[in-house]
């Protein structure tokens, strides 16, 4: 049972433009969310991350949203660079952090110049 | 470098086989988790010691196990070696007594082949 999913493997994104990545959960149980990015042959960085009892957080370029009554979070880099091409996954916690990370299958970003 | 130390890097056996991988988490980190990662898939956590206690199993299959040693590094026996164990193995570390609260740090990971 895939607790949480992100359903596009892949996404091609303008430089300069916005990167929307999804992530879904079926679990209610969770209430913590991360978001890690990944290059190859590099373990994976946490990026940001966000409580249950908050709707967005915001660093730098990079702001997660998360909607609870649809148990949806996404990620928005914006303005989206070449660096920011790697895996991001997305990672969900239950009792605020004290349980293991549950992680989606990852989607790669690409950023075209 | 993240401050986790995976050995080896790349490994490469045969089936039926048995291999250790060792991983050595941040300074000061407490918590150890093992993550699997096959092709096309996600991080499958595997398992979570805890100042040398287990603390969570996850989908662990009976053929692997792991230890925590008081030096606090970790291993991770896999034998019985099968083509589908080959993966990308991860090490990861935390600071709070096992909460992912500030996030895992991740190792770069040990790639396992079985042929």
């Known amino acids: 049972d895939q607790q949480v999913k992100q359903n596009s493997p892949s996404l091609s994104v303008q430089e300069g433009r916005i990167s929307i990545l999804n992530c879904d959960y079926t679990n209610s149980m969770f209430d913590y969310f991360l978001w890690y990015k990944k290059y190859p042959a590099e373990g994976p960085t946490f990026l940001i991350s966000?409580?249950?009892?908050?709707d967005k957080n915001e660093d730098g370029r990079f702001t997660v949203f998360l909607n609870k009554s649809a148990k949806h979070l996404s990620l928005h880099i914006v303005p989206s660079q070449p660096g920011d091409s790697a895996v991001y996954f997305c990672a969900a916690s239950a009792n605020q952090g004290a349980q293991k990370l549950v992680f989606g299958q990852g989607t790669r970003l690409t950023i075209n110049p | 470098d993240s401050g986790v130390t995976q050995t080896p890097k790349h490994l490469i056996t045969a089936t039926g086989q048995r291999v250790t991988l060792r991983c050595s988490p941040r300074s000061g980190d407490l918590s150890v988790y093992w993550y699997q990662q096959s092709l096309d898939q996600g991080l499958q956590f595997l398992i979570q010691y805890y100042n040398g206690e287990e603390r969570a199993k996850g989908n662990i299959l009976e053929r692997f196990s792991a230890q925590q040693f008081p030096d606090l590094h970790s291993e991770l026996n896999l034998s019985s070696l099968e083509l589908g164990d080959s993966a990308l193995y991860f090490c990861?570390?935390?600071?709070?007594?096992?909460?992912?609260?500030?996030?895992?740090?991740f190792g770069s990971g040990t790639r396992l082949t079985v042929v």
């Open positions: 966000i409580s249950s009892i908050k």
């Open positions: 990861a570390s935390s600071e709070q007594g096992g909460q992912a609260i500030y996030g895992y740090t």
